[in-house]
């Protein structure tokens, strides 16, 4: 009963955030929104959500980074080189570009990841230096958003978890490219310890 309290409570109070809190928008690119090579169903329905966040975040100064896919032509991941997905994110072409109306301020911190053609990095915290920065900034605690949910948002939220970090992620922040599959790894994380949350927690 005091548990289920707890949760619901999670949902309805207003998002307190200051030092030591940091927002990860992760990999929030034209080509994985409706018309991008890899697009996620409702991908371009986060935006408002994210910018609630990073509007918050920016007025009160805290961090903010973005990871981006940033692939090589040759990826291992696309199918050509016998990978799961088609071409998406080639490093500086415009799919690879952050989601327009996407309110990053310009002192966001760009964490590039992916961008060895025999490897694969899911994770923003896998091959970057996302964790040193973390740490420099002070940060404790990670509020995730972004694309996509089942893969690169759970693998970022793992990543921090398993490092040491709280976790909150922004549940109508993520999309997923299976529903199921973004059911199932909410699930997952908040059996983890990450918290879920709403973008109405972030209103003033
Ligand atoms: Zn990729």
Redesign the pocket.
């Known amino acids: 009963m005091i548990q289920r309290a707890k949760h619901q409570s999670a949902y309805a109070e207003r998002f307190a955030c200051g030092r030591g809190d940091a927002l990860v928008v992760v990999d929030v690119q034209k080509d994985f929104l409706p018309g991008g090579a890899?697009a996620v169903p409702g991908g371009e329905e986060i935006i408002d959500p994210l910018n609630r966040f990073l509007d918050k975040f920016s007025r009160l100064g805290l961090p903010i980074f973005a990871t981006r896919?940033w692939?090589p032509r040759s990826?291992c991941?696309f199918r050509e080189k016998g990978g799961p997905?088609p071409a998406?994110?080639v490093a500086a072409t415009p799919g690879a570009r952050f989601a327009e109306g996407l309110r990053l301020p310009s002192r966001s911190v760009v964490v590039s990841k992916?961008s060895d053609p025999s490897r694969?990095a899911?994770s923003g915290f896998d091959g970057t230096d996302l964790d040193a920065r973390l740490r420099k900034a002070g940060v404790r605690r990670l509020v995730i958003g972004g694309l996509s949910t089942e893969y690169c948002v759970r693998a970022t939220a793992l990543g921090a978890l398993v490092r040491g970090y709280s976790v909150s992620v922004i549940e109508d922040a993520v999309r997923a490219l299976d529903p199921g599959g973004g059911r199932r790894a909410l699930d997952e994380l908040a059996e983890k310890g990450a918290v879920l949350l709403r973008s109405e927690a972030a209103a003033v």
């Open positions: 890899l896919d692939h990826h991941s997905w998406h994110c992916a694969d899911c």
